[in-house]
């Protein structure tokens, strides 16, 4: 919002992802698509997703990871 100051916009951020954490287990990356922050979090997040249920599904090949 323009009208709010810089140090108002952060602390209303950081209690939002606080609280989003808390209520998804800390199972969330918060992605600015315009400012590009947040992807390689996304990014490295999903790849451990992917991997522990690929171990899961496939164990009898999960000596590749």
């Not at 919002?1 to 800390?26: C, P, Y």
């Not at 990356?29 to 249920?53: K, N």
């Amino acid at each position: 919002d323009e009208f709010l100051e810089e140090s108002v916009k952060q602390s209303i951020l950081a209690e939002v992802k606080r609280k989003w954490r808390k209520q998804t287990d800390g199972k969330c990356a918060f992605v600015s698509a315009t400012e590009r922050r947040g992807i390689d979090e996304l990014r490295d997040m999903m790849i451990q997703i992917i991997r522990d249920e690929y171990v899961i599904r496939y164990p009898y090949k999960a000596s590749f990871f």
